[in-house]
């Protein structure tokens, strides 16, 4: 155990032997999404998924996230196997432990931005949802933009939005897809750091998809899937 009290040892989540396959589209066969991929990311640590499009990996984090199931194979997050519980069990576990970043943001229109960020906390039964979402919107550099729609917000503003929604549930387990997909490189670039300095300060496990050679180096491990299998972690440099 480190001097934050964060327990290395201990897998947040742990995947083992995951499968995944579809009927071809004439019928003859099936194409095989995901093989036989196993790995397990302990707590605090920072683990990059990359690969070319098509490669798997939107469909990997999907599993992981528990909104598919898989033809075969384990998810356990935080112990507790994804696929042995019911939707609403599965359900109920993704927004006790698990935060998204999404590259296409995935805010709520009709909400304002301090709106996006209190649901969360509200359908955890926050008691102070509102001051909880400012906290964190001002920790991302939008405090004169609480009462704003996604609409009159930048990429970037969204995307900030975004991180403060992820991280206001304090969730053990950030789940990341292409987070700066959307943003031009300057952006990007602000995006990534703002990220990673959230991810040290709370303690979070960050699980990111990504093609971006730059942006995985930035993490621990990195794993490399190629035609839904999952190649041998090499070390990132940093």
């Known amino acids: ?15 083992e032997g995951l499968g995944k396959h579809v009927p071809m589209a004439d019928g003859q066969g099936e194409l095989h999404i995901l093989r036989d991929v196993s790995f397990a990311v302990r707590a605090g640590e920072s683990v990059a998924i990359v690969g070319a499009s098509g490669s798997g990996k939107s469909t990997l984090l999907g599993l992981l996230a528990g909104l598919d199931v898989p033809a075969s194979g384990t998810v356990r997050i935080q112990g507790s196997d994804l696929f042995a519980l019911d939707e609403d069990a599965r359900a109920a576990l993704r927004g006790e432990t698990v ?6 943001f995935q805010l709520l229109p009709a909400l304002t931005a301090l709106e996006n960020v209190m649901l969360p906390l509200e359908l955890a039964g926050a008691d102070n949802a509102s001051a909880q979402a400012t906290q964190w919107l001002e920790r991302v550099g939008l405090g ?13 503003e969204q995307q900030r939005v ?13 789940l990341a897809d292409e987070p700066t997909g959307n943003l031009d490189a300057e952006t990007g670039r602000a995006i990534v750091e703002l990220m990673f300095s959230l991810n040290r300060e709370a303690g979070t496990t960050l699980l990111l998809v990504t093609h971006d050679e730059t942006l995985a180096s930035r993490c621990d491990r990195v794993l490399r899937m190629s035609a839904g299998q999952l190649s041998e972690a090499v070390a990132a440099s940093h």
């Open 144 to 156: 004169p933009r609480l009462r704003h729609y996604p609409k009159h917000l930048s990429g970037g």
């Open 1 to 15: 155990m480190d001097r934050s009290g964060i327990e290395f040892s201990i897998p947040v989540i742990e995947v």
């Open 99 to 104: 935060g998204f970043v999404f590259q296409s």
């Open 162 to 174: 975004a991180l403060a929604r992820a991280f206001a549930a304090r969730p053990r387990l950030l």
